[in-house]
């Protein structure tokens, strides 16, 4: 990871299971290092469940493990693209502001369902009744299309206006579901912490970056990131986009008769590269990691 250690970390990138598509490259250690990945919290809020991929505690600062963090991300990207292959579809939750435009982004490149504004509880665990919403929302969306709204009069086309408003940042994202999801992908497993809680009521798996101040074990496949700066979300949360594309081209793939066999997930290590080091790199910048945790974190 970072400062000085007896191993080092990969500058290639690394090369993770074929699915008869597109090789899985995810970003090299350097490019998560200065995407300031491994910054987390101050010492005072971490959370001590998250020792198995922390690193060392430096000058007030928890360092997140880069090399645990790869592990990690490798895992996950392998389990979305197998699910995704296999037909199902995955919910990405990024409802916190830093994480709104990458998450929308890759939802429209991978066509899967998202929620950016606010999280409905009971989305997952009271489906019927919100999918009535869904089913309202669509209705006034028919509306909108044939014009009934314009020649309402002024006073009622405004309150549909306003319910729309509503129902549109509830489910903006999900108007294509009719069920539940296989899997979601959550930004920050703080701030979704009742989208993970009704997923681990029903057993669907979750993949969320966790931060030193979280509990990763809420979390089936937890990635251990920075959460709360803009370019660590982007490297990681494209990286997992990546993966959500080779999964609809395995589809397509399967579906034709053409996918090779599915490998297993249990992969558990990684090739470093014994020839690169951050360490110099490391130590020059971990003086100043305080000051880079507070211009990355959102004010008030």
Same mark, same amino acid.
């Given at each position: 990871m970072v400062g000085r250690r007896s191993h080092t970390l990969s500058q290639a990138r690394v090369q993770g299971p074929s699915y008869g598509v597109r090789s899985t490259e995810l970003p090299t250690a350097k490019e998560l290092f200065d995407a300031s990945v491994h910054v987390g919290h101050q010492v005072r809020r971490w959370?001590?469940?998250?020792? +198995? @991929?922390? @690193?060392?505690?430096?000058y007030g600062i928890s360092i997140i493990d880069l090399e645990k963090t790869l592990i990690q991300l490798e895992k996950a990207c392998a389990f979305l693209e197998q699910l995704v292959t296999s037909g199902q579809n995955v919910w990405l939750l990024g409802t916190k502001p830093q994480a709104r435009d990458v998450v929308r982004s890759i939802a429209e490149e991978t066509a899967m369902p998202f929620c950016l504004v606010r999280w409905l509880g009971g989305t997952i665990t009271n489906f019927p009744t919100i999918n009535e919403g869904l089913e309202k929302y669509r209705k006034f969306l028919a509306m909108e299309q044939r014009g009934d709204i314009e020649r309402m009069p002024n006073k009622?086309?405004? *309150?549909?206006?306003?319910?729309?408003?509503?129902?549109?940042?509830?489910?903006?994202?999900?108007?294509?579901?009719?069920?539940? +999801?296989?899997?979601?992908?959550?930004?920050?497993?703080?701030?979704?912490?009742?989208?993970? !809680?009704?997923?681990?009521?029903?057993?669907?798996?979750?993949?969320?970056?966790?931060? %030193?101040?979280? =509990?990763?074990?809420?979390?089936?496949? +937890?990635? +251990?990131?920075?959460? =709360? *700066?803009?370019?660590?979300? !982007?490297?990681?949360?494209?990286?997992?986009g990546d993966a959500l594309l080779r999964g609809k081209e395995g589809r397509e793939l399967r579906q034709?008769?053409?996918?090779?066999?599915?490998?297993?997930?249990?992969?558990? =290590?990684? $090739?470093?590269?014994? !020839?690169? %080091?951050?360490? $110099?790199?490391?130590?020059?910048?971990?003086?100043?990691?305080?000051?880079?945790?507070?211009?990355? $974190?959102?004010k008030g």
């Open positions: 959370n001590p469940k998250f020792r +198995p @991929y922390l @690193y060392a505690h430096r009622e086309a405004s *309150s549909l206006r306003r319910k729309m408003l509503r129902l549109k940042n509830n489910f903006e994202g999900l108007l294509g579901i009719r069920e539940r +999801p296989a899997a979601i992908v959550a930004v920050d497993s703080g701030h979704e912490a009742i989208a993970i !809680q009704e997923a681990n009521k029903w057993n669907i798996p979750v993949v969320a970056l966790v931060d %030193t101040n979280s =509990d990763p074990s809420r979390v089936d496949h +937890p990635i +251990p990131a920075n959460d =709360d *700066s803009v370019r660590s979300i !982007q490297i990681i949360v494209r990286a997992i034709a008769g053409k996918l090779s066999p599915l490998p297993s997930l249990e992969r558990e =290590d990684i $090739e470093l590269d014994p !020839q690169f %080091t951050l360490s $110099e790199d490391a130590e020059m910048a971990l003086g100043n990691l305080e000051n880079l945790r507070e211009k990355e $974190e959102p």
